[in-house]
């Protein structure tokens, strides 16, 4: 038997290397459906645990309040978005004023750069630094843990002090493995003690956050004066049954802030990590059955590729039947032979789908995004299986016309 298996493999790859134009051909065609399957669903798992991970920190009893609401559903044909006024100072220093709820907590920020070139001494970082102005609740509501030194206190956001807290790449671009408590870094010339180092946080759709700076939010309105700046609110509260009651209550404060009246809608979102994390679920799941999409049309167009050519190859050897079969040779040895031409045809469009999809996934996770890649296990098995499924659709019929052939006239056959 095995020396059958043998025999088997070793005619069809003779065939495969004499019709080698056509083969590479049918290879290409199931590779890339193949590619489109890993390909997409290894970046989409990639970003999906990227993003999950960064959510991760923030606890389900804590919520914002931004511009928008962060949603994917899509509007209809003509439907105009809606523009929301930005979330001002003024509207973020009212809300601190008149949001009164038991065991909460507000905080504040808003991202002033995210090009900053940030000096220390004789070193300099590229201008890639995000700089972002915070009040003293923002490090615990948005979930970052401070690895060294300590955060912010009510008397370093009042004074406007001259303290600051650096993410992790900070402390390799300016203090060559110094202890970075203590020092001094210099922005826009401004001179700052670094009181804090952040935990590492990673990438996410390139931009690197732990190159990051945070200063009293005071200090960087001093310093970053554009117009139309947007803040972002957060609000935590101690214990989460008592969340929904928070959100009411934030929601009838941002109203009156914005001085809205009772049948107009909310011109504000109010988010909950939990609903973050269910639209990136939404997104994710979009995106992956657009892959399973586009890779099944290819996969079928493929197939009837791969099945074409191996009827084709019955029909060129036709008197090569006849002569196996009349030197004793079975139906279902002649079968097999077919069948493994086509299996080994779609397992090399399966292998060479499997690394360029790998391929892309890492480009576009690593080189694009600047986020870990992950080797997508569950798209590789399935990759597998589908094209087994290819070849044993496709090489049915060509190996039962080959099998069936008569061999009188096979061998009559010119």
Avoid: H
């Amino acid at each position: 038997m095995k020396g059958l298996l043998r025999e088997n493999i070793s005619i069809a790859q003779g065939s495969i290397k004499g019709q080698l134009l056509r083969t590479i051909l049918t290879v290409f065609i199931i590779a890339i459906g193949i590619t489109a399957l890993v390909g997409i669903l290894s970046a989409v798992n990639a970003l999906e645990t990227n993003l999950a991970s960064g959510f991760s920190g923030i606890g389900t009893n804590t919520f914002n309040i931004q511009r928008y609401e962060r949603s994917f559903n899509r509007r209809g044909g003509g439907e105009e978005r809606k523009i929301n006024p930005i979330i001002s100072y003024s509207d973020v220093r009212e809300f601190e004023t008149k949001f009164e709820y038991p065991y909460s907590q507000v905080g504040t920020s808003f991202q002033a750069t995210s090009q900053a070139e940030v000096k220390s001494g004789d070193e300099k970082t590229k201008p890639k630094v995000i700089v972002t102005g915070v009040n003293e609740n923002y490090i615990e509501n948005s979930g970052t843990t401070i690895l060294e030194g300590r955060g912010f206190s009510n008397l370093d956001i009042e004074n406007n002090a001259r303290v600051c807290l650096i993410g992790s790449d900070m402390e390799d671009a300016l203090f060559n493995g110094l202890n970075p408590i203590g020092q001094q870094l210099s922005i826009r010339g401004n001179k700052f003690r670094v009181i804090g180092l952040l935990e590492e946080k990673g990438s996410t759709f390139g931009n690197n956050v732990d190159l990051r700076v945070l200063i009293p939010i005071g200090i960087a309105r001093g310093i970053y004066t554009a117009p139309n700046i947007n803040y972002e609110l957060s609000v935590k509260v101690r214990d989460k049954q008592l969340l929904e009651g928070a959100q009411d209550r934030a929601i009838v404060t941002m109203r009156n802030v914005r001085g809205l009246e009772p049948l107009d809608e909310n011109n504000f979102g109010i988010i909950k990590r939990d609903e973050l994390l269910s639209s990136l679920n939404e997104a994710s799941t979009a995106l992956n059955a657009a892959a399973i999409i586009i890779s099944v049309i290819t996969i079928f167009g493929s197939s009837i590729a791969l099945m074409n050519i191996m009827l084709v190859s019955v029909t060129e050897r036709t008197r090569e039947i006849g002569v196996r079969k009349a030197l004793g040779a079975k139906r279902s040895t002649i079968s097999w032979q077919f069948f493994i031409e086509t299996l080994l045809i779609s397992q090399y469009g399966s292998i060479l789908g499997i690394l360029l999809g790998m391929l892309i996934g890492w480009i576009v996770s690593s080189a694009v995004f600047d986020i870990p890649f992950e080797i997508p296990w569950g798209a590789i098995i399935a990759a597998t299986i589908i094209s087994i499924v290819i070849a044993i659709f496709s090489g049915i019929i060509p190996a039962i016309k080959a099998a069936r052939l008569d061999p009188i006239e096979a061998l009559r056959y010119e």
